[in-house]
């Protein structure tokens, strides 16, 4: 009787086509006549996708977008779960959320890390593909001279910067592009390392030097040397940006000595003086962009959250910045760390957060253009990671985790360009943001953190597409679906609980195919519930951090459509999956 419905309606189809109806603006349906029940897909007449419109806060970070090809990897059988659960995902192959942007999954390299010529940490940003990497890095952008020998400084910079009190700051130091000693990096190598890495960069130019420089023209003399800057790069570098974190009382130039300031700055920096200041950056580096025949993209510094009653920075930041600015921005750079500050959170407050602040974060900013009358523009979030401390929270496998639910809400949030902090960053032992190890004891070099592992699967298992997905039976399962251009559907699926789940998986408007494959990702049972290691398919790491050092063809576990999508989801662990294509 099916196959008999179905012919019949195909035929009544035909003739509609046939009498020369318009075309509907909804999307299309294909029929087929005969799909195994009960494999986790559609039954019957499904509804093609059809990708939204851009947002302007994806704006040209997706200029370039291409599909994506599954690589399936290899596989070993695995048993499904037999408990049984009320916890079910159902994914919408029709309904497209977004598109997945490559400049998602970017980093910061930062100059204090060393060299980064180490060919095993080569290797591994390579198999990550961060795609974008950006540097110099931090607040050093803001004393940042990189044409510079070790040890030197330019004649018109003051001995000593001021503290955000007011008081001159002993520890004052330049930051040079030419370091050569093993413990920095150089431009060079900077460079070198994007085209290893078979990535591009986002290069933050010094603007603290336009508020404490000591010439006659201090803005135009720090717009010049950005722009020579510029012109060096000589087009290899498309997105720019303006200082960092320029608002905040931590950054040199918030605070300069008026009495050896010669163009009649103000002692503390506003957003409106950033604004104006930035246009002239902007002209200069443009037009020295041009004079190599290149084009170029400049970001401007934003808040992310409301900065009405800043108490560290300048207040009403956004509102100076955006109506001084105008449209001169290419786009505006937020960073967020999501967590409280210095605050020892247990995961449960950790992992609440990226849902809550990035939808409130593109949210800020728009409310901020719109109440200064300038125009919407484009998002980065160029350094993002978490500020918990005091359980080692920063290199545990639930920052992992943490990485996983923020990249499925910046894509759900139509973001298209983010940049995590950082690849490496220093040796304090529990409260480090590196993705590797750096000066930690005990642990080698640039040893793989957990994070790492979260990122790399993530990227390799989530499509070029996010569509739509749903969770009943439990608050406690987030789950991200993705759609793959070859034809595949996958799920991505975090436990943010300290109890195992078992989760049931439908696919709408998707015929699946004979088997779904998965990895799943969880702690190990050190410092728990903030392990430093992470195992991958029950695969850990040969020492005390990280993960296994063949993750990159570990096999994945493999199971039969037939009967249903079902997998277990450990306690706090992740599960990327995806499913064969009818």
């Known amino acids: 009787m099916k196959l008999k419905i179905t012919y019949m309606y195909a035929i009544l189809i035909a003739l509609i086509t046939f009498t020369g109806c318009k075309k509907e603006t909804k999307p299309d349906t294909t029929i087929v006549t005969a799909v195994e029940a009960g494999n986790g897909g559609a039954t019957g007449p499904i509804t093609s996708p059809t990708d939204p419109g851009l947002a302007v806060s994806q704006g040209f970070f997706l200029d370039g977008w291409a599909g994506k090809t599954f690589a399936k990897p290899g596989t070993v059988n695995a048993e499904k779960p037999t408990a049984a659960t009320t916890i079910n995902v ?39 593909s961060p795609n974008i990497i950006r540097a110099p890095g931090g607040s050093i952008s803001d004393i940042y001279f990189y044409d510079l020998p070790a040890g030197s400084k330019p004649t018109d910079v003051p001995a000593q910067l001021l503290k955000a009190d007011g008081t001159p700051d002993a520890s004052t130091g330049y930051w040079s592009g030419k370091v050569t000693d093993s413990w920095s990096m150089t431009l060079d190598n900077y460079y070198a390392l994007l085209q290893k890495s078979n990535s591009t960069g986002i ?34 570098t498309k997105l720019w940006e303006v ?55 400049i970001g401007a510094v934003v808040t992310e959250t409301d900065d009405k009653n800043n108490s560290t920075g300048g207040k ?13 921005p290419d786009f505006y750079v937020v960073h967020n760390y999501y967590t409280p500050y210095n605050q020892n959170s247990t995961p449960e407050v950790i992992l609440a957060t990226p849902a809550a602040h990035t939808a409130s974060m593109v949210s ?16 980065a979030l160029d350094e993002w990671n978490i500020f918990s401390t005091g359980s080692r929270q920063q290199v545990s496998s639930i920052c992992g985790v943490h990485a996983v639910l923020t990249l499925g ?66 608050n406690d399962i987030i789950s991200y679906a993705s759609s793959f251009n070859s034809g595949e559907a996958g799920v991505t699926l975090i436990n943010k609980s300290n109890a195992d789940k078992v989760v049931n998986i439908n696919f709408k408007n998707y015929y699946t ?70």
């Open 90 to 128: 159902t994914a919408d192959f029709a309904q497209v959320i977004s598109k997945v942007s490559k400049n998602l999954f970017g980093n910061n390299a930062n100059p204090f890390t060393g060299q980064y010529t180490d060919a095993g940490l080569v290797q591994n940003i390579s198999n990550l």
């Open 316 to 328: 009403d930041w956004n509102a100076g910045v955006m109506a001084a600015a105008g449209a001169s």
């Open 409 to 474: 809400e910046l894509i759900k949030n139509q973001f298209s360009m983010a940049c995590r902090w950082d690849l490496a960053n220093g040796g304090s032992d529990g409260n480090d943001h590196g993705l590797f190890s750096y000066n930690q004891d005990g642990v080698a070099n640039f040893t793989p953190r957990p994070a790492f592992y979260y990122l790399y699967y993530f990227q390799k298992y989530f499509g070029d597409r996010m569509i739509s997905s749903s969770v009943t039976g439990s």
């Open 513 to 582: 195919g004979s088997n779904y494959i998965y990895y799943t990702l969880k702690g190990g049972t050190d410092n728990a519930p903030f392990s430093g290691k992470v195992l991958i398919n029950n695969n850990g790491p040969a020492g005390a951090v990280g993960g296994p050092a063949n993750y990159t063809s570990l096999a994945a576990y493999s199971s039969s459509t037939s009967g249903g999508i079902k997998v277990a989801v450990p306690a706090y662990g992740v599960v990327f999956l995806v499913a064969d294509k009818k």
């Open 243 to 297: 200082g960092n974190e320029n608002f905040g009382n931590w950054e040199a130039g918030y605070r300069i000595d008026v009495s050896k300031n010669k163009d009649g700055q103000p002692e503390i920096i506003t957003g409106q003086l950033y604004g104006t200041h930035f246009k002239v950056f902007a002209d200069s580096m443009r037009k020295a962009a041009a004079e190599v025949g290149a084009t170029i993209k």
């Open 364 to 379: 800020w900013v728009n409310q901020s253009a719109q109440a200064a009358g300038a125009p919407l523009k484009p998002l």
């Open 203 to 236: 290069i933050t130019v010094n603007y603290g030097y336009a508020r404490y420089g000591l010439s006659e023209h201090p803005v135009e003399t720090a717009a010049h040397y950005a722009a020579q800057w510029v012109r060096k790069d000589n087009g290899r």
